[in-house]
């Protein structure tokens, strides 16, 4: 079995500058957003307007950090990596461009099509989700056709190869929701988007909400290398690695379905009761 640890500079040295700086961009975004919160304004759907860039800046936070470990470690050529470091930059970007802006205009950006400026920008940010999402599918195309190395270019441990394509395989179950959601012009079915929800994350109490298997669909991507990492280095048996990391694989995909059928059938993830919010 291969042992590379990296330290964090090395680790950031093997990062495409336009992934790398675009992360450090949407951290301090987060960071920001954060601070916000902590000032009154009025709210957008119930909400704080900062809560929203806060949420899609961590996501995006994590999902470069991921896709940065991830490029360098596909065998392929200089340039496909680079060419896709760029579309994922760019394409991140534009969504948390058209997010914040919409906040700062005190309105959503989501779902937003009653103005031309609007019209506009859920437009730009639909376009540049589609460019993002076509080249997910290609990264996972490439990363399950051709090997993956570490970060000393050696053949990657083949139960981490196995949790990295997995995740990106599930990954891609994202856009059935994504786009399920721009079909509706909402998340929420059974009732209009707002109302009581979770905190932070904010999903429905009271109806169905997309939401949920969108964000399971997308930190799969997160959550399986890294318990792939742990495994391989804190347990020996490799039928034991195995087993671990394609029953969580499994857990996932049924986690996502489960969660997706839910919301079709118009069930909150977690309900709560009326008296509780009224």
């Given at each position: 079995m291969s042992e590379v640890p990296l330290t964090l500079s090395a680790l950031a040295a093997r990062v495409s500058p336009p992934i790398l700086w675009m992360t450090i961009l949407h951290a301090l975004l987060s960071v920001s957003c954060l601070v916000a919160l902590g000032l009154e304004s009025s709210p957008i759907m119930g909400v704080h307007p900062a809560l929203k860039p806060l949420k899609f800046a961590v996501s995006i936070t994590i999902f470069l950090a991921t896709i940065g470990v991830l490029l360098p470690s596909i065998a392929t050529s200089p340039a496909v990596r680079s060419a896709l470091a760029w579309v994922f930059a760019t394409t991140m970007a534009i969504e948390m461009l058209v997010i914040v802006a919409q906040a700062v205009r005190k309105t959503t950006s989501h779902f937003n099509v009653g103005e031309p400026m609007n019209r506009a920008a859920w437009g730009l940010m639909v376009s540049a989700i589609v460019v993002a999402s076509i080249a997910m599918a290609c990264v996972a195309l490439l990363a399950s056709i051709l090997p993956l190395t570490d970060g000393d270019g050696?053949?990657?441990?083949?139960?981490?190869?196995?949790?990295?394509?997995?995740?990106?395989?599930?990954?891609?179950?994202?856009?059935?929701?994504?786009?399920?959601?721009?079909?509706?012009?909402?998340?929420?079915?059974?009732?209009?988007?707002?109302?009581?929800?979770?905190?932070?994350?904010n999903w429905s109490v009271i109806h169905g909400d997309l939401?949920?298997?969108?964000?399971?669909?997308?930190?799969?991507?997160?959550?399986?290398?890294?318990?792939?990492?742990?495994?391989?280095?804190?347990?020996?048996?490799?039928?034991?690695?195995?087993?671990?990391?394609?029953?969580?694989?499994?857990?996932?995909?049924?986690?996502?379905?489960?969660?997706?059928?839910?919301?079709?059938?118009?069930?909150?993830?977690?309900?709560?009761?009326?008296?509780?919010?009224?």
């Open positions: 050696r053949a990657m441990h083949p139960v981490l190869a196995f949790a990295w394509r997995a995740g990106l395989w599930i990954l891609l179950l994202a856009p059935l929701s994504g786009f399920a959601m721009g079909a509706r012009l909402q998340h929420s079915i059974g009732g209009p988007d707002g109302g009581p929800g979770l905190p932070f994350v939401r949920v298997a969108h964000f399971f669909a997308l930190h799969a991507l997160q959550v399986l290398p890294i318990l792939a990492w742990m495994t391989v280095r804190t347990i020996t048996a490799r039928s034991a690695q195995w087993g671990i990391v394609s029953i969580t694989v499994i857990a996932c995909v049924v986690t996502c379905l489960v969660a997706l059928g839910q919301a079709f059938a118009g069930r909150p993830f977690i309900a709560r009761a009326p008296s509780s919010h009224q």
